[in-house]
Nanobody
Framework: VQLQASGGGLVPTGGSLSLSCRSS????????MGWFRQAPGKEREFVAG????????NYADSVKGRFTISRDNAGDTVYLQMNNLKPEDTAVYYC?????????????????WGQGTQVTVSS
């Protein structure tokens, strides 16, 4: 399974971006999906996760109320809508497919990873 993330870019503080992640095969509809990010010099961190049916979501405290994760099971695509972006949101964002049916914050539970898309928020 290959995951293709897209939608990154450069935005000013307070701006919005929408990331997409599409699976190469229609096999992820029973798996949880997640978004992670890694800033320069920092460890990768969990951003948001969603269950296989989309009924359950969870977020890192730092993005709650600003980011929304969703998925299109028919198209095997997961989205991350990011609003009110801050300079500290600058990072490479990765989507990942979980081994299980939920979108855990534990990166070790994810088996497939996308290549990442750069998000840069200017101050």
């Amino acid at each position: 399974v290959q995951l293709q993330a897209s939608g990154g870019g450069l935005v000013p503080t307070g701006g919005s971006l929408s990331l997409s992640c599409r699976s190469s095969r229609r096999t992820s509809s029973n798996n949880g999906m997640g978004w992670f990010r890694q800033a320069p010099g920092k460890e990768r961190e969990f951003v948001a996760g969603i269950s296989w049916r989309g009924g359950s979501t969870n977020y890192a405290d730092s993005v709650k109320g600003r980011f929304t994760i969703s998925r299109d099971n028919a198209g095997d695509t997961v989205y991350l809508q990011m609003n009110n972006l801050k300079p500290e949101d600058t990072a490479v964002y990765y989507c990942a497919q979980n081994r299980n049916s939920y979108g855990s914050s534990d990166s070790s539970t994810y088996r497939y990873w996308g290549q990442g898309t750069q998000v840069t928020v200017s101050s």
